[in-house]
């Protein structure tokens, strides 16, 4: 969309909340930032990708997540930004209801096991399969990948964060004439509701924000067709989606012997056959350490379960698949 002030034209364009992943590498040095006690992070965080804790990406976020931050060699003084166009993941989310049941799967498996069933078991893998079994499941189907309050507050945040950092390209005179679009994912769509949100509370300090489509422009425009393309590109149905040999690499990394170890090591620490597990179980098993950060910001037993070599493979399998099928769901999702 083009916006128009006294000297200039401006398109900004803003596409909350698109379907597309970037696997984004994290920062532990983010410790140095808080006291002791408030350090809640996990050794695998770098690892965990599109479903890495924000904080952990941008560790800023932990001192003031609304205060803008710039690099003074990208926007010097002398530089006037005239363009903006954002592609935006959602907001933190809950696993969707595929994860939630395999991650029950995994919880049936732990509870099925009696008290005297742990006899042979070494010490700390008793101590680690115990933990485990008496954690709390904490996640129901109906919550399905909706954004969580968290979620809410991040894109709520990232308005004001954008809107200090570019205060002539979201003036409120340009305000209607910012353009968003999203999937119809709900979790999109109630991300570009909470960015709304954020640039009212922009524009009206102090005051509750009204009801989306009570707002001066509206609400976010929907279009799979470019927020989902990938369910609307032929080529890629045709060559990936019905092609039986497109994800062959995929499933001879996750049948292959490192993938397999990790399996037995797993296996081994819940004290179940491995025959009851999965590569597609242990990588929900993996993320569950990432989602309990994010949402709930604990430390779960579940990231005690893997190491930095495991977290490694477990990534690679990660883009092995999203190289070969893109922003596409797949099995390991």
Not at 117 to 133: E, P
Not at 226 to 244: G, Q, S, Y
Not at 265 to 283: G, H
Request: proline share 6%; with cysteine.
């Amino acid at each position: 969309m083009m916006l128009r002030d006294p000297r200039r034209l401006l398109r900004v364009s803003v596409a909350p909340a698109a379907a597309l992943a970037v696997a984004v590498l994290s920062s532990l040095s983010r410790c140095s930032l808080l006291e002791p006690e408030d350090c809640v992070i996990s050794a695998l965080s770098p690892y965990f990708g599109t479903k890495t804790r924000y904080e952990d990406v941008n560790p800023g976020l932990l001192l003031d997540p609304e205060a803008p931050r710039r690099d003074p060699e990208l926007l010097e003084e002398t530089c006037t930004p005239v363009q903006l166009v954002a592609l935006i993941r959602h907001g933190t989310r809950y696993p969707t209801a595929k994860q939630i049941r395999k991650l029950r799967q995994l919880h049936g498996l732990l509870q099925a096991r009696g008290p005297g069933d742990d006899k042979t078991c070494a010490a700390g893998s008793h101590d680690l399969r115990a933990a485990l079994a008496a954690w709390p499941l904490g996640y129901a189907e109906w919550m399905d990948g909706q954004l969580v309050e968290k979620g809410w507050q991040d894109m709520r945040q990232l308005a004001l964060r954008l809107a200090s950092l570019f205060p002539a390209l979201f003036s409120f005179e340009n305000y209607c004439r910012l353009q968003l679009i999203t999937s119809s994912k709900h979790r999109c769509v109630d991300s570009g509701a909470a960015f709304l949100q954020g640039l009212w509370q922009h524009y009206h300090p102090g005051l509750p924000p009204p009801d989306i489509a009570d707002m001066e422009c509206g609400t976010p425009r929907i279009n799979d067709k470019l927020m989902r393309f990938f369910d609307h590109c032929e080529k890629l149905l045709t060559e990936v989606e019905r092609n039986a040999t497109a994800l062959y690499h995929v499933e001879a990394f996750k049948t292959g012997p490192e993938m397999q170890n990790i399996v037995k090591k797993v296996a081994a620490t819940l004290q179940v056959p491995v025959s009851n597990l999965s590569a597609d179980l242990i990588q929900v098993a993996f993320f569950t350490c990432s989602f309990d950060l994010a949402i709930k910001g604990v430390k779960s037993p579940w990231c005690d379960v893997f190491d930095i070599d495991d977290a490694k493979i477990l990534f690679e399998c990660l883009l092995c698949a999203r190289h070969l099928v893109g922003t596409k769901d797949t099995n390991i999702r």
